[in-house]
């Protein structure tokens, strides 16, 4: 890690905002999130809730895992946080968060949630980043004996799943939060908690989307499209690491289940954009047209593996969700991209701003709108250095969250990814983040 900080600093020693962003983004989780808990599993704070999300766990260990197999602490660490969250998914599936000791956090919710449980609220997602870091810790150490037998996991996911393919008829799971403790409306389901009416169809249903805020319509695109990555994945590690073949089979006609479904339901024209596909929908005919900054969101597929970047029908519904016409897209003086309801008004978050730069296209204009994205990033930190939750494009030094280590992962692994491909940058680009350094207290349409 150390030498990883070291390297990228030196390569950015003409970008020194951008330099010491990475320098503290990048070890952050490391430093201030992880503990390393009996029986080789590691638990994971998000930051500054005391409790680990499957989802955000994964993704904060995510710039790690390429060091994993020259570095056995990280090794030994990335492998526990697998190991932590299939035992947790083993208490219950359902669960989005979990308590580093016995507690109730949400004791007033509907049903009571299980000690371990810091809060119930089931989101498709969940299931999905632990075989994708699963499998990505096995792709780059070639060793999967460090993260124990992960088939019960695996089971349960499958198990979890073709059960809320058929919410109505064979699911007993719901979820209410009594009105006085709701934040926001969209704490809580309709339908005495069993969610918003809808028909099968071959995807699965989610009371939830990764914001934790509920879904207006249950079959979320974006988590279902990410689900078939995750079964994948299942699939190889069932067959190639444990040569179960009937678990290998089980996952890949579920994830063609899955498949079908998008085909039918995932996908409306647009007036301007044509052919685009949906954030939800609900099997009846009903669609709702938008994006979400958290992750599995419409414009995070191509990294999370689902597409190309230069998928016709990603790229239709990416012009879209980078538009006006997507409601939660907001600009202003200091930035543009993707909000969430999760943070009501005008509010961008860095989050958004790293996917989309994750997900350009490997051409020069598509380097050129990753290094801009990067200008952004490094100067809309308020002068932390650090990334936050969201910020007012007008006002940066108006955000929220001050430490939010999913945010600072996603920095530094967009920064190394960048330089990645640095040696296809050209000039103009080179000259784009050197203005990261110069412009860095100006609006970004400033000049």
Not at 249 to 261: P, V, W, Y
Not at 333 to 338: D, E, N, Q, T, V
């Amino acid at each position: 890690m150390q030498a990883t900080i070291l390297q990228t600093t030196r390569r950015l020693h003409t970008h020194p905002e951008l330099a010491k962003l990475f320098q503290n983004c990048f070890p952050n989780t490391f430093q201030t999130t992880l503990e390393d808990l009996q029986d080789g599993r590691t638990f994971v704070v998000t930051g500054d809730i005391p409790a680990m999300w499957l989802r955000d766990s994964s993704a904060q260990v995510s710039p790690y895992v390429h060091l994993c197999a020259q570095d056995p602490v990280l090794a030994k660490l990335v492998a526990g946080v697998v190991r932590q969250q299939a035992h947790l998914i083993s208490i219950d599936p359902y669960a989005n968060a979990f308590n580093r000791e016995e507690g109730h956090e949400y004791s007033f919710d509907l049903p009571q949630p299980d000690p371990w449980v810091w809060e119930r609220k089931f989101e498709l997602d969940s299931l999905c980043f632990p075989v994708w870091l699963a499998w990505r810790y096995v792709q780059a150490t070639g060793d999967a004996s460090a993260l124990g037998d992960l088939r019960p996991m695996l089971n349960t996911i499958l198990d979890t799943m073709e059960t809320e393919q058929h919410h109505n008829e064979r699911s007993d799971y719901t979820f209410q939060r009594p009105t006085e403790y709701c934040v926001l409306p969209s704490d809580t389901l309709p339908n005495e908690g069993r969610g918003a009416v809808c028909a099968p169809c071959g995807l699965v249903w989610s009371g939830f989307r990764p914001s934790d805020d509920a879904c207006v319509y249950p079959y979320l695109i974006p988590a279902n499209m990410f689900a078939v990555v995750a079964l994948r994945h299942a699939a190889d590690l069932a067959r190639n690491v444990y040569g179960d073949e009937r678990l290998a089979t089980r996952a890949k006609t579920l994830e063609s289940g899955i498949e079908e479904g998008l085909r039918q339901h995932a996908v409306v024209v647009h007036p301007e954009y044509g052919p685009i596909y949906t954030y939800e929908t609900d099997g009846l005919g009903n669609h709702l047209l938008m994006d979400d900054a958290n992750v599995p969101s419409l414009l995070s597929l191509p990294y999370l593996g689902y597409c190309r970047p230069d998928d016709e029908l990603y790229l239709n519904t990416r012009r879209f969700v980078l538009s006006r016409q997507n409601p939660h897209y907001h600009e202003g003086s200091y930035a543009a991209g993707i909000s969430s309801p999760h943070t009501p008004g005008r509010r961008v978050w860095p989050i958004s701003l790293c996917i989309q730069a994750l997900t350009v296209q490997q051409t020069a204009e598509g380097r050129k709108e990753a290094a801009e994205l990067l200008q952004v990033l490094s100067q809309t930190t308020d002068g932390t250095s650090m990334m936050h939750e969201s910020f007012d494009p007008e006002n940066p030094a108006a955000f929220s969250r001050p430490w939010f280590a999913w945010a600072n992962s996603l920095l530094a692994e967009t920064v190394l990814h960048f330089l990645a491909q640095q040696s296809q940058m050209s000039g103009e680009e080179t000259e784009i983040l050197k203005g990261a350094a110069q412009k860095s207290k100006q609006p970004a349409n400033a000049g």
